[in-house]
């Protein structure tokens, strides 16, 4: 039963570590002049996308670094790496991160829905093309990624207070 359980944890983290490889390569592919579904994206983010130059490079880059730094953190759990006290904090900062895609991407996915929906009015114009691939794709992407690193984070601890005892 614990393997079962420590695989899970280990499919979890790297499903998580490939979602967020997989939202660092768009991230990158639109940093360097990529222009497949940038209309998807509306506000500042494409508009900057679409100028190009060295700010939306750096802005490119430095996204995609940090996507690709939760996908290395996801691994970490899934492998457990380090010793017991590394480990911890490892899950911990897991934890952390994990909340914060899923509070970022399901509010974002929450209220973009409530708009689309005519429940909630902006008070200004909105890109509804967008807005549809905010909920349905860019910002689901993020739950997605929460999730799946929560999911290794939970099934990281129970394996180890399974193996350590009460």
Same mark, same amino acid.
């Given at each position: 039963?614990?393997?079962?359980?420590?695989?899970s944890?280990r499919?979890?983290?790297?499903?998580?570590?490939?979602?967020?490889?997989?939202?660092?390569?768009?991230?990158?592919?639109?940093?360097?002049?990529?222009?497949?579904?940038?209309s998807?994206?509306?506000?500042?983010?494409?508009?900057?996308?679409?100028?190009?130059?060295? /700010? *939306?490079?750096?802005?490119? !880059? $430095? &996204?995609?670094? =940090?996507?690709l730094?939760?996908?290395? #953190?996801? +691994?970490?759990? %899934?492998?457990?790496?380090?010793?017991?006290?590394a480990?911890?904090?490892?899950?911990?900062?897991a934890?952390?991160?994990?909340?914060?895609?899923?509070?970022?991407?399901?509010?974002?996915?929450?209220?973009?829905?409530?708009?689309?929906?005519?429940?909630?009015?902006?008070?200004?114009?909105?890109?509804? /093309? *967008?807005?549809?691939?905010? !909920? $349905? &794709?860019?910002? =689901?992407?993020?739950?997605?990624?929460? #999730?799946? +690193?929560?999911? %290794?984070?939970?099934?990281?601890?129970?394996t180890?207070?399974?193996?350590h005892?009460?």
């Amino acid at each position: 039963m614990a393997a079962r359980v420590w695989l899970s944890a280990r499919w979890a983290g790297y499903a998580a570590a490939a979602v967020a490889v997989a939202y660092a390569g768009v991230s990158l592919y639109w940093a360097f002049g990529g222009q497949a579904l940038l209309s998807t994206v509306g506000g500042w983010p494409e508009q900057a996308a679409r100028r190009g130059g060295a /700010t *939306a490079v750096l802005l490119g !880059v $430095l &996204v995609a670094g =940090a996507k690709l730094a939760g996908a290395v #953190l996801a +691994l970490a759990v %899934a492998h457990r790496v380090g010793g017991p006290v590394a480990r911890r904090r490892l899950v911990r900062l897991a934890a952390a991160t994990s909340t914060l895609l899923v509070l970022y991407g399901g509010v974002l996915v929450v209220a973009g829905a409530l708009v689309l929906a005519g429940v909630i009015d902006p008070g200004g114009a909105v890109d509804r /093309t *967008a807005l549809r691939w905010h !909920v $349905l &794709v860019w910002d =689901a992407w993020f739950l997605l990624w929460g #999730l799946l +690193l929560g999911l %290794a984070v939970l099934h990281h601890r129970q394996t180890h207070n399974k193996s350590h005892g009460p």
